[in-house]
């Protein structure tokens, strides 16, 4: 998981500066009766962009700087992890996890119009294209994973126009999860840095969207899954640091029957 460690890292930094860990993960798609349609992941990070302005704005230019990050703490409590060298720049760190996708892409059948979303003004970050199929999107999902994440799901989806499945794997919430309990040493039992690093990140939320604009959601089995757009779409809203979810053992998985 080094690629995602070093994603965290450039997270982590960049929210240590501002004394806030907001991001925003949304997972997008829509599919057509025939299978084809759009994905889109985004990394929001525009509430830490707010905060950041905020505190410049208020006179604290140099609680902005990178290179100071790592002396957040509170009576020595917490010291957020040095970074590492590709985490070093927050900016060029995310821009670096996030780039390169449309060079994954582009030769793989089934998907066209592909779009790398790197806006350092707004703090959002991620990719976009089409596919002609499911196996065209597993596919894609697949490159995307093994070079940017360092997963290899065989597959993300299942549909065939008449039931839809999301499969509990690339599930990004967890891999974060991870990354933060390998980065703070909780394996090793160091629960305050631990807590701290929860507490830092509790407002963090994943959020996947799927719109299917020639069929009617009939149910899901997601407890977490709420129909909209008049039965065309299902939103489902994870928060991988909220107690209560993490009791219930919600997941990124559902199985959905559309009418």
């Not at 860990?21 to 889109?40: P, W």
């Amino acid at each position: 998981m080094k690629n995602l460690k070093n994603l965290f890292l450039a997270i982590l930094v960049l929210g240590a500066t501002a004394l806030t860990g907001c991001l925003h993960i949304i997972e997008e798609a829509t599919f057509r009766n025939n299978g084809s349609g759009t994905y889109k992941m985004t990394f929001d990070m525009s509430e830490l962009k707010g905060m950041m302005d905020m505190m410049k704005g208020m006179g604290g230019e140099g609680a902005a700087e990178p290179s100071d990050s790592s002396n957040l703490s509170d009576g020595g409590d917490f010291t957020p992890p040095a970074p590492s060298p590709e985490a070093s720049n927050p900016m060029s760190g995310l821009s670096e996890q996030f780039g390169g996708v449309a060079t994954s892409l582009k030769n793989i059948p089934g998907i066209s119009n592909v779009v790398e979303m790197n806006d350092t003004t707004a703090f959002n970050f991620g990719y976009s294209f089409d596919f002609a199929d499911i196996a065209a999107l597993n596919r894609a999902l697949k490159v995307i994973g093994k070079e940017k994440y360092d997963t290899k799901n065989e597959e993300t989806f299942k549909y065939n126009g008449k039931s839809f499945e999301r499969l509990g794997v690339g599930d990004m919430g967890a891999e974060i999860k991870k990354a933060v309990a390998e980065n703070t040493g909780e394996a090793e039992g160091e629960e305050g840095q631990a807590d701290m690093m929860k507490m830092f990140f509790a407002d963090m939320s994943y959020k996947q969207v799927y719109h299917f604009p020639d069929r009617e959601v009939k149910k899901s089995d997601n407890k977490l899954g709420e129909i909209g757009d008049n039965g065309h779409s299902l939103t489902i809203n994870i928060k991988p640091f909220d107690e209560e979810q993490q009791k219930q053992k919600v997941s990124v998985a559902t199985k959905i029957k559309l009418k």
